[in-house]
């Protein structure tokens, strides 16, 4: 969670456009990173969503460029454990739907045609990938109900 309110503040604090980019290739990196994690070691209803999530962000870190970011400032290599599923994916979403809102105020001012598409692909990623996030939510909702109603039934 601390990477992603990290990655949500410094989205917020950026105000031009090369720098928003760079924060949005940041937070589709987290979100590849946490996909990545969830796909390997999170509840078995979650891989497949987690692994669409890592494919998705991955194809919006690649749109997007990424040449003026330090490598030693990646918060997505600094993951070191997801804590809370549904808090992490809450905060994800959040900060994917950020990640839109910024890209198209991004898109809106270029004047470059070929940036101003790579920012509309990495919305449709962005959004996609926050799609996934949702999904996820949802079948921690359903397993969650589940439990419930199990519970119940054995009481």
């Given at each position: 969670?601390?990477?992603?309110?990290?990655?949500?503040?410094?989205?917020?604090?950026?105000?031009?456009?090369?720098?928003?980019?760079?924060?949005?290739?940041?937070?589709?990196?987290?979100?590849?990173?946490?996909?990545?994690?969830?796909?390997?070691?999170?509840?078995?209803?979650?891989?497949?969503?987690?692994?669409?999530?890592?494919?998705?962000?991955?194809?919006?870190?690649?749109?997007?460029?990424?040449?003026?970011?330090?490598?030693?400032?990646?918060?997505?290599?600094?993951?070191?454990?997801?804590?809370?599923?549904?808090?992490?994916?809450?905060?994800?979403?959040?900060?994917?739907?950020?990640?839109?809102?910024?890209?198209?105020?991004?898109?809106?001012?270029?004047?470059?045609?070929?940036?101003?598409?790579?920012?509309?692909?990495?919305i449709d990623a962005a959004d996609e990938s926050r799609d996934r996030v949702l999904e996820m939510l949802r079948l921690l909702t359903a397993q969650d109900q589940k439990v419930v109603?199990?519970?119940?039934?054995?009481?």
């Amino acid at each position: 969670m601390r990477l992603i309110a990290a990655s949500r503040h410094a989205l917020a604090q950026s105000v031009e456009a090369p720098v928003v980019v760079a924060e949005a290739w940041q937070a589709q990196a987290l979100a590849q990173a946490i996909g990545s994690r969830l796909a390997i070691s999170g509840p078995p209803e979650l891989r497949g969503q987690a692994l669409g999530l890592t494919e998705l962000a991955g194809r919006g870190c690649g749109v997007l460029d990424a040449s003026a970011l330090d490598i030693g400032a990646l918060r997505a290599a600094q993951l070191t454990e997801l804590g809370d599923h549904r808090e992490t994916l809450l905060g994800l979403g959040t900060l994917l739907g950020e990640v839109g809102i910024a890209l198209v105020g991004v898109a809106g001012a270029m004047d470059d045609e070929g940036t101003y598409w790579r920012c509309m692909e990495a919305i449709d990623a962005a959004d996609e990938s926050r799609d996934r996030v949702l999904e996820m939510l949802r079948l921690l909702t359903a397993q969650d109900q589940k439990v419930v109603k199990r519970g119940s039934a054995a009481g």
